[in-house]
């Protein structure tokens, strides 16, 4: 499935980038986008119509299995990340190595491309801290168009656990 999305993130990137630069005359460059960007509108220009087709029909096998699930479950429960919050630094959007980077995000976010591929509600609480205090979120998701169970499940978790005063040891909240 991570082939797919990064088929469609490029083919999306590019196709926002040509349409900008067809209403501004002015043709994109290294210069003026994050390298990231750069890096994914140079994949996506390589791409042709036959590789997005197919990336589609990929998701939407997947996001169609995935959503048969909720056919007989209310949720779908799983860890927001793989591990507490990285470093500054650790998903640098600058860094040259992109492999790198979608690497480390695709193994810190393995439960939520799901839903951003299947287009299927889902919400993060912050339901436990780390030793360290940093928030750990876990990740509820549901079928199609049923976005009030998720708020109706976050209200009663908010109740019972409540987060609204929970801060790391060092946090601008706590200054």
């Not at 169609?64 to 209310?74: G, I, K, M, V």
Request: glycine residues 10%; negative net charge; aromatic residues 10%.
């Amino acid at each position: 499935m991570g082939e797919a999305i990064g088929c469609i993130a490029a083919c999306a990137v590019t196709e926002a980038v040509t349409q900008r630069e067809m209403e501004t005359g002015i043709r994109a460059s290294a210069e003026t986008l994050e390298y990231v960007n750069w890096i994914a509108l140079e994949r996506g220009r390589k791409l042709d119509a036959l590789d997005l087709m197919r990336a589609l029909k990929k998701m939407n096998g997947v996001s169609r299995s995935f959503a048969a699930f909720f056919e007989t479950h209310d949720i779908w429960l799983a860890p927001t990340m793989t591990d507490v919050a990285p470093l500054l630094g650790y998903l640098d959007s600058t860094a040259p190595d992109i492999d790198l980077l979608v690497q480390r995000f695709s193994e810190l976010y393995c439960f939520n491309s799901i839903y951003n591929g299947a287009g299927l509600p889902a919400i993060t609480l912050p339901l436990h801290s780390s030793s360290g205090g940093l928030p750990i979120g876990m990740m509820f998701g549901t079928g199609f168009g049923n976005e009030g169970l998720l708020f109706r499940l976050a209200g009663q978790l908010e109740r019972a656990m409540p987060w609204r005063d929970r801060y790391p040891a060092q946090s601008l909240w706590m200054q």
